[in-house]
């Protein structure tokens, strides 16, 4: 295989050669679950998960965790403004963020561990930390020696001198030196806290990733990924730790997806401009928004607005179209049995063009035009005066298999259709039928105020989003 990753470690595409000949072994930082995810949570939840599918789909057994922090600063914030401890904040909102990914199309991680479920293992890493003379307690912190660690820097590609200009000692830190990072928390009065060596405390961030991931993947891991604001200090601290701990090159491919922009700003909620996915996929089907995150290349900044959006659905609703077209034609029509070399041809040449797009550190962009292009090229087999049903299975066998790869469903959000939407419709196909054209009409204005668009083709009546 010739599958190409850009790792942010190098600054360089490399041919991706796992340790462990056809098994993947994938980190994915997850999220802190102090709320509903937003859509820059969304974004590193889509990509890595495609990325875990196409691996899939070229044959690799992929092993993927992906974390949830479920105790830190801002749950017990939260915890402290609901009146609800920390561990019922953290299991609502893990059930909620199971609920919106899954409306996203991504699968669950192989293992989801949690923080609070590893602290043991958490503490024993922080202790071979100080004994290696790694770390070092002060007034119940624990804090990492940061230039005790020859590499440092090495991920961000900043020197040690040009990280020192920008750190400040906290109100409270006693450190031996700014850049010093806390490995695990003393515990303030009324806060969640567990007993350890250094007396009630909690662990910083940085270390449950490392502890985590090694219990999980071992001492070292083929991809490690998260957002790109995660590169400095969480991965780059990730690092410094696992590395001193066993001496071994802590991930060989490190993998950064880029920011998300509001209509062109910064999100933020001190803009107002903060969109969660949980209320807006109540608003639109949740394949668009996917579709719309897999149009630009993970590396790259994108821009999300209303526009946007609707030219995302407007382009799945196009190849929905194509293959329900296809379909139809197959069900109600009489096919020809003959083979049809070119077309045949030209749809494997069609597949062959989307691995090697993907292949090329997983350029959904490109794969999406390469599905447009299928979908042109099945319009105009569709115009054909006859057609083969051999030929229509490679089409929409061709449609399924980019749809895998890219977590993408050829059918409309069925929640999104109610009842009385499919009481009309059939009321509708009826009016027609006895040639009630007025109620027909009348129906046809109903749905219209529904937002639900009819055509109707020489194949029967269909329906799509206005």
């Known amino acids: 295989m010739s599958i190409k990753i850009y790792n942010t470690l190098t600054r360089s595409k490399e041919l991706f050669v796992p340790q462990v000949e056809g098994k993947v072994s994938m980190y994915v930082c997850g999220p802190t679950v102090y709320n509903y995810i937003h859509i820059g949570n969304a974004r590193p939840a889509i990509v890595y998960d495609t990325v875990r599918k196409y691996l899939e789909f070229r044959g690799y057994d992929v092993h993927f965790v992906s974390n949830f922090t479920d ?3 801002k749950l017990i914030r939260a915890a402290n403004e609901l009146g609800e401890d920390v561990p019922t904040i953290a299991e609502r909102f893990i059930a909620a963020y199971h609920e919106d990914v899954s409306a996203l199309g991504c699968k669950k991680a192989d293992v989801h561990p949690r923080v609070t479920e590893n602290i043991d293992i958490i503490i024993e890493f922080v202790e071979t930390l100080i004994e290696k003379g790694f770390a070092y307690e002060s007034s119940g912190d624990v804090y990492y020696r940061t230039r005790k660690f020859e590499g440092y820097g090495k991920l961000s590609h900043q020197s040690i001198e040009d990280l020192k200009s920008g750190v400040r000692i906290e109100v409270g830190e006693k450190k031996e030196d700014p850049l010093d990072f806390v490995l695990w928390k003393a515990a303030k009065e009324g806060e969640i806290a567990w007993d350890s060596p250094w007396g009630q405390g909690r662990p910083g961030w940085h270390i449950e990733c490392s502890a985590m991931a ?13 957002g790109q604001d995660l590169a400095f200090p969480h991965h780059e601290n990730e690092i410094a730790q696992s590395e001193a701990l066993t001496g071994k090159q802590f991930a060989k491919y490190w993998m950064h997806n880029g920011y998300i922009n509001i209509n ?4 933020s909620k001190s803009l107002g401009n903060f969109v969660l996915v949980h209320d807006i996929i ?3 089907d949740p394949q668009v928004l996917r579709f719309f995150m897999l149009s630009v290349h993970y590396r790259n ?3 999300f607005s209303q526009e946007l959006l609707e030219g995302a659905k407007a382009g799945l609703d196009r190849i929905r179209t194509t293959i329900m077209n296809l379909r139809h034609r197959k069900e109600s029509s009489v096919n020809l049995e003959t083979v049809e070399t070119t077309w045949l041809k030209n749809i494997e040449d069609s597949k062959q ?9 997983f350029n959904t962009a490109d794969g999406i035009s390469v599905l447009f292009d299928v979908s042109k090229q099945a319009n105009l087999y569709l115009l054909e005066a006859t057609t083969s049903t051999e030929t229509i ?8 298999q980019i749809g895998h790869v890219l977590g993408l469903t050829w059918e409309e959000d069925s929640k999104l259709l109610d009842e009385e939407i499919e009481q009309l419709l059939e009321e509708r196909i009826q009016a027609r039928k006895d040639r009630n054209f ?3 009409d009348e129906i046809r204005d109903l749905l219209k105020e529904k937002n639900i668009v009819l055509e109707d083709t020489a194949q029967g009546t269909r329906w799509k989003r206005g």
Do not use: W
């Open 71 to 73: 105790v830190d600063d």
């Open 214 to 226: 090694r219990k999980y993947l071992g001492d070292t891991i083929d991809i490690h990924a998260g």
């Open 264 to 267: 062109n700003e910064k999100m």
């Open 282 to 284: 109540k608003q639109i």
């Open 301 to 303: 900044p994108i821009n």
């Open 353 to 361: 063009q989307l691995i090697a797009r993907m292949d090329d550190d």
């Open 393 to 400: 299975d490679a089409f929409l066998d061709l449609f399924d």
């Open 438 to 440: 007025a109620r027909a």
